[in-house]
T-cell receptor, first 117, second 111 residues
Framework: GAGVSQSPSNKVTEKGKDVELRCDPISGHTALYWYRQSLGQGLEFLIYFQGNSAPDKSGLPSDRFSAERTGGSVSTLTIQRTQQEDSAVYLC???????????????FGPGTRLTVL | DAKTTQPNSMESNEEEPVHLPCNHSTISGTDYIHWYRQLPSQGPEYVIHGLTSNVNNRMASLAIAEDRKSSTLILHRATLRDAAVYYCILRDHNAGNMLTFGGGTRLMVKP
C-alpha cells in the first residue's frame, strides 16, 4: 500500500526565498508530524497535527516556520526568508491515532532535502 | 520523555546475531520502549516496542531487563541491509506524541 510521500525530494533555494514542502500522509492516519535532520545531527521535532485539534508547534525553531494541514490530510511546511542554517532533510510522518504516545507507531516519508545557498 | 544512552557505533559480521544495548535508568512506569532505525538516505522506520515483557516480531526481538532500566534489541541474523542507525526511544503513554531521537547506534555490518 501507499506510504507517506513527500515532495519535492530535493529543493535548492537562495537565501531569503520562501519554500513550501509537501507531505501526503497514509490514508486514514489522523496524526501528522514534521521533523528535520541537519547534516550529522539527530532528528528534531518541529510540529504535530492531531485531527481537528490545534497543532503542537512547540518544536518550530522560529516564526519563519509554519505549517498547515488541509482537510485533515495533506500538510505543507512553509519556511519564509530561508537561511543557510535551514538546510536539512525535512521528514514527515503519520500515525493512525496519535493519542496515547506509548504504543503509537509513526510511519516516515523519504524526506525533502533542502539546500539553502 | 526520559533519556536513553546508546553506544555511538557497533560492528557485526553478516549472518551473525547482533545485540544493540540501550540504557534508560530514569524510565518511568508509563514509558514504553520503542526502537526505530534509519537506513542510509531514508526516513526512520519502526522496528519494535515493548513495555515490560520481551517482544518478538519479524524484524527483531526486544529483551527488557526485569528492572526496565535497560533493554537490548536483538537482530538474530544480521544482513548487509541491516546497516543503519538504530534509535532507542522512551515514550510516555500520557505525554506528547512526538518522537524524541537521541544519537542512536550506527550499526555496520561486514560481509
Amino acid at each position: 500500500g501507499a506510504g507517506v510521500s513527500q515532495s519535492p525530494s530535493n529543493k535548492v533555494t537562495e537565501k531569503g526565498k520562501d519554500v513550501e514542502l509537501r507531505c501526503d500522509p497514509i490514508s486514514g492516519h489522523t496524526a501528522l508530524y514534521w521533523y528535520r535532520q541537519s547534516l550529522g545531527q539527530g532528528l528534531e521535532f518541529l510540529i504535530y497535527f492531531q485531527g481537528n485539534s490545534a497543532p503542537d508547534k512547540s518544536g518550530l525553531p522560529s516564526d519563519r516556520f509554519s505549517a498547515e494541514r488541509t482537510g485533515g490530510s495533506v500538510s505543507t511546511l512553509t519556511i519564509q526568508r530561508t537561511q543557510q542554517e535551514d538546510s536539512a532533510v525535512y521528514l514527515c510522518a503519520s500515525s493512525l491515532v496519535g493519542a496515547g504516545g506509548g504504543t503509537d507507531t509513526q510511519y516516515f516519508g523519504p524526506g525533502t532535502r533542502l539546500t539553502v545557498l | 520523555d526520559a533519556k536513553t544512552t546508546q553506544p555511538n557505533s557497533m560492528e557485526s559480521n553478516e549472518e551473525e546475531p547482533v545485540h544493540l544495548p540501550c540504557n534508560h535508568s530514569t524510565i518511568s512506569g508509563t514509558d514504553y520502549i520503542h526502537w526505530y532505525r534509519q537506513l542510509p538516505s531514508q526516513g526512520p522506520e519502526y522496528v519494535i516496542h515493548g513495555l515490560t515483557s520481551n517482544v518478538n516480531n519479524r524484524m527483531a526481538s526486544l529483551a527488557i531487563a526485569e528492572d526496565r532500566k535497560s533493554s537490548t534489541l536483538i537482530l538474530h541474523r544480521a544482513t548487509l541491509r541491516d546497516a543503519a542507525v538504530y534509535y532507542c526511544i522512551l515514550r510516555d503513554h500520557n505525554a506528547g506524541n512526538m518522537l524524541t531521537f537521541g544519537g542512536g547506534t550506527r550499526l555496520m555490518v561486514k560481509p
